[in-house]
T-cell receptor, first 113, second 114 residues
Framework: DQQVKQNSPSLSVQEGRISILNCDYT??????FLWYKKYPAEGPTFLIS???IKDKNEDGRFTVFLNKSAKHLSLHIVPSQPGDSAVYFC????????????WGAGTKLIIKP | SQTIHQWPATLVQPVGSPLSLECTVE??????LYWYRQAAGRGLQLLFY??????ISSEVPQNLSASRPQDRQFILSSKKLLLSDSGFYLC?????????????FGSGTRLTVV
């Protein structure tokens, strides 16, 4: 039972263009969503988050959009840079799970020069 | 500031041998602690989590075990490794009772069982 889904295993984007990573969820009790970035052989690092009471959060080149009615969120990276090449994980939490994070399978983003 | 240490970084072990991976957190008290595994080309799989000393919850039945002998120490063990135990193991911590800022991960251990 996958509560958080990242349906695209990989995504290739030209440097300078916009990267859009998508994430769908099924549990309407999720109250907070987070994006993590992971380089090979390293631990994931926190990137950006959004509360379920908001529909947009922006931090520099990174913007996360939340569409609660569609149970969908997306991460936009503008402009994309070579250092953005990594695996991006979407995660969600609910108080019901003692604040544990439920993780998507990840999307590998490749930025082409 | 809070830091998390995980070791070793790389480990090659024969099938049937024991395993002990250690994780320690500094600069915080009463953290929630987690062990994750990332198999090749796959997402993050939660193996164990702990909300306090001696309290371990297992998410996936397998030949691995975890222990928390001290507040900021989390150990992942196995008595006999299987080939399928190969993967990238990650320790993480979060503020107890809140994942508001998510988890902070260690640098990971690459385990290869041969």
């Amino acid at each position: 039972d996958q509560q958080v889904k990242q349906n695209s295993p990989s995504l290739s984007v030209q440097e300078g263009r916009i990267s859009i990573l998508n994430c769908d969820y099924t549990n309407s009790m999720f109250d907070y969503f987070l994006w993590y970035k992971k380089y090979p052989a390293e631990g994931p690092t926190f990137l950006i988050s959004i509360s379920s009471i908001k529909d947009k959060n922006e931090d520099g080149r990174f913007t996360v959009f939340l569409n609660k009615s569609a149970k969908h969120l997306s991460l936009h990276i503008v402009p994309s840079q070579p250092g953005d090449s990594a695996v991006y994980f979407c995660a969600a939490r609910t108080m019901d799970s003692n604040y544990q994070l439920i993780w998507g399978a990840g999307t590998k983003l490749i930025i082409k020069p | 500031s809070q830091t998390i240490h995980q070791w070793p970084a790389t480990l090659v072990q024969p099938v049937g041998s024991p395993l002990s991976l250690e994780c320690t957190v500094e600069g915080t008290s009463n953290p929630n602690l987690y062990w994750y595994r990332q198999a090749a080309g796959r997402g993050l799989q939660l193996l164990f989590y702990s909300v306090g000393i001696g309290q371990i919850s297992s998410e996936v039945p397998q030949n691995l075990s975890a222990s928390r002998p001290q507040d900021r120490q989390f150990i992942l063990s196995s008595k006999k490794l299987l080939l399928s135990d190969s993967g990238f193991y990650l320790c993480a911590w979060s503020v107890r009772g809140s994942a508001l800022y998510g988890y902070t991960f260690g640098s990971g251990t690459r385990l290869t069982v041969v």
